[in-house]
Nanobody
Framework: QVQLVESGGGLVQPGGSLRLSCAAS??????MGWHRQAPGKERELVAA???????NYADSVKGRFTISRDSAEKKVYLQMDGLKPEDTAVYYC??????????WGKGTLVTVSS
């Protein structure tokens, strides 16, 4: 059974920082990262490790967010600095299994507000 368990969301003031964590289990995968979905908007890529082990970032978070991983532990992290109100969203960890299927965590809410 594939499981993705996220943690680290919460309420933070503008300019603050949060660190999200995700632990994956149950399958081998070649892509791992984070998406987010804000109220009334479509889900979008935030940051991810590709199958070539490079990183992709949304333009809106470049220079503020950093994705990292512990491959041995099948964990991925998202360090979010300089948070803005427009970063408020539910953040989802996701993987692409070696056989092509995508899996998603249940999500963790990040709220940026004063």
């Amino acid at each position: 059974q594939v499981q993705l368990v996220e943690s680290g969301g919460g309420l933070v003031q503008p300019g603050g920082s949060l660190r999200l964590s995700c632990a994956a289990s149950g399958t081998k995968f070649n892509v791992m990262g984070w998406h987010r979905q804000a109220p009334g908007k479509e889900r979008e890529l935030v940051a991810a490790f590709t199958s070539e082990s490079t990183t992709n970032y949304a333009d809106s978070v470049k220079g503020r967010f950093t994705i990292s991983r512990d491959s041995a532990e099948k964990k991925v992290y998202l360090q979010m600095d300089g948070l803005k109100p427009e970063d408020t969203a539910v953040y989802y960890c996701y993987i692409r299994a070696d056989y092509g299927k995508h899996y998603w965590g249940k999500g963790t809410l990040v709220t940026v507000s004063s």
